[in-house]
């Protein structure tokens, strides 16, 4: 059994690793051609997992009793993966009698969507620009969303999200408008802790990391290792400086983590039925096992959650299903396992309303004021999604002033420190080759794991480079006076031969990829910056190259060309797409060197 077991596991990283580069590749290459095979290797990935977890219980760490019922193990809805076993025939059926008995004569009018294909938008990041600024800059036709203030519905077929750029520039996310309506209830500010425990691909943790605007800390989590690596490469596309990226089990991070978070987003594994149309992977899987299995699996993240919560914090739990057992009946037995928690109103922390009210008949004889959940039916416009808001007993707490951290911050941010510290220089020798982007982004994982856990000097020493931290640390003071020089005073660390800005967050053994903004590192003498630096801080940069929409260099530099330099100096620069950060570069004799990532520049 463990040969067994080691085996799945190292077959499953080797195909996670090939989702992960599928999707990167996808945006360049196009999405069709890598869209398919991604779907093949992700459907081969389940069917390992299927293998791997099934006498051992659910990929969360739990023990989930009850069983689905399928020939074979099925990807849940956006790649959550689920292990159902025996037959199941006719799903369609099944859905269509099961809420046809609940809304009797509604059901023909809630399920009449106002479009045959599921509706596309975009959610509009703080962190670069307000929703207004950003409508006058965009050269595509936008509709205000009514789900959330930040988002606009795109009705344009021709809109490719993927390669506009200010889906480079981080100003927003593309994502269906429904899926926009969930975050915003939380009513996250400045200088919280909030958690997203089931953040892959992204789109709700960076409207989070927006309301927080770099003060506090985000913890996303995602438990799949590949996807886990998108929801990384999502949130520094996005500019996120003061995200902790985690690849774990909502119960370990509950148990290393107990009553730490002021706010908590629960966008649990469903069985996908607001899916339908947009992913018809989701209807051929479907039926009431499913449907079960995936209900035993959300109390049991739910749980953690609220175990993961501090006294006085608030709790959001969304699905994107119509199912009773895991949308009214979900938060009714939650409450009923849960004394120290009520049920606030979901709208409570926002001034506009979306939806309906939650339905009486579908809280399994359970008391639940269904007033105070909120439905998106396809009539209005979603695609199923479903929230409630529950409350935890006790006092929040105080949130530290504006440019300052809590007494317990600085202690995380100084152990991290000392961690760094205790790294061992190599001696000098010839400079090494400069890694290329897979390796960079191995070493960084590594360095970034090390600052927050403190691990063993034996991944310390590796990949030091021909700097010490010492010298490396004073390269970056050098570099950032005379670049980012709002940046050179703030605290940093020094790992792996690279130089950390941390996330405030406490050492632990959880499996960290990102814990805050990695900007760079020695490299034959010389800082180099990394792209998070830029994506994250570019604002910030006394050195621009200033591109607009309509400059045909925008392009150039995106498709990884050399561009003419008119504004910046020489030396390193940030390049901005209408104010925008876009990525770094290299000026010398009038033309800007190309910094920008390849594995995500346009083909």
């Known amino acids: 059994a463990a040969v067994h077991a080691v085996l799945g596991a190292l077959i499953v990283g080797t195909l996670g690793v090939l989702v992960g580069v599928l999707v990167l590749v996808g945006g ?12 093949l290797v992700l459907a081969v990935v389940a069917a390992v997992l299927g293998t791997v977890f099934h006498r051992e219980g659910s990929p969360f760490g739990f023990q989930v009793r009850g069983r689905c019922a399928l020939t074979k193990p099925s990807v849940a809805v956006q790649g959550r993966f ?7 025939t006719m799903p369609t059926e099944y859905f269509e009698q099961r809420e046809r008995a609940l809304l009797g004569p509604r059901y023909e009018q809630l399920y009449a969507a106002p479009q045959e294909a599921a509706e596309r938008g975009v959610t509009v990041s703080a962190l670069r620009a307000m929703p207004e600024q950003f409508a006058q800059k965009a050269d595509f036709p936008l509709e205000v969303s009514p789900f959330c203030k930040a988002a606009f519905v795109v009705h344009a077929p021709e809109f490719k999200p993927g390669r506009h750029p200010y889906h480079h520039a981080g100003v927003f996310y593309s994502q269906e408008p429904s899926a926009s309506s969930a975050a915003p209830l939380l009513g996250v500010q400045p200088g919280m802790r909030v958690l997203d425990l089931c953040a892959a691909p992204g789109g709700k943790s960076s409207q989070l990391a927006a309301a927080l605007q770099g003060r506090g800390v985000l913890v996303s989590n995602e438990y799949v290792a590949a996807r886990a690596e998108i929801l990384k490469s999502n949130l520094e596309r996005m500019g996120v400086p003061n995200a902790v990226v985690l690849n774990e089990t909502p119960a370990r991070i509950a148990e290393a983590l107990p009553e730490f978070f002021d706010r908590v987003l629960v966008d649990a594994p469903c069985s996908g039925e607001g899916m339908f149309r947009k992913e018809p992977v989701a209807l051929q899987q479907h039926c009431e096992a499913l449907v079960k299995q995936c209900a035993e699996l959300g109390a049991q993240i739910l749980d953690c959650a609220a175990a993961a919560l501090a006294p006085g914090g608030q ?17 009714a037995a939650f409450l009923q396992r849960h004394p120290e928690f009520v049920l606030a109103d979901v709208l409570g922390n926002v001034d506009y309303t ?7 008949n579908r809280t399994g004889g359970l008391p639940l004021d269904v007033s105070k959940v909120r439905r998106i039916w396809p009539c209005q416009g979603g695609e199923g999604h479903f929230m409630a808001r529950l409350v935890k007993a006790g006092t929040p707490r105080t949130l530290p002033a504006l440019g300052e951290y809590t007494p317990e911050e600085q202690l995380w941010l100084t152990a991290a420190a000392e961690a760094g510290k205790k790294a061992k220089g190599s001696k000098p020798q010839k400079a090494a080759k400069p890694a290329d982007a897979r390796s960079a982004r191995r070493e960084n994982s590594r360095a970034c794991r090390e600052a927050v856990q403190g691990r063993s000097s034996r991944s310390r020493e590796a990949g030091a480079g021909d700097a010490s931290p010492a010298q490396s640390l004073a390269a970056w003071r050098e570099f950032a006076e005379e670049y980012f020089p709002e940046l050179a005073k703030r605290p940093a ?3 792996g031969g690279g130089v950390l800005l941390p996330a405030a967050f406490p050492q632990t053994n959880l499996h960290v990829l990102r814990a805050g903004v990695f900007v760079g590192s ?8 990394e792209h998070h630096l830029f994506t994250a801080f570019g604002a910030l940069c006394r050195n621009c190259e200033e591109l607009t929409l309509a400059d045909s260099r925008t392009v150039e530099y995106l498709s990884g060309r050399e561009i003419e330099a008119h504004t910046a100096a020489d030396g390193w620069c940030c390049v901005t797409v209408d104010g925008w950060p876009l990525g770094g570069g290299k000026v010398s004799g009038g033309r800007v060197k190309n910094h920008y990532p390849k594995a995500l520049r346009l083909l």
């Open 28 to 39: 360049a290459v196009g999405g069709l051609i890598a869209g398919a095979v991604g779907s």
């Open 522 to 529: 020695v490299q034959k003498g010389r800082f180099v910056p």
């Open 315 to 331: 709790l959001v739990y969304s699905t994107c299903t119509f199912a009773p057992e895991e949308d009214e009946g979900q938060v």
């Open 493 to 495: 660390v020094v790992h």
């Open 354 to 360: 979306f939806g309906s009210a939650g339905e009486e």
């Open 82 to 88: 689920m292990h159902p076993q025996e037959e199941c």
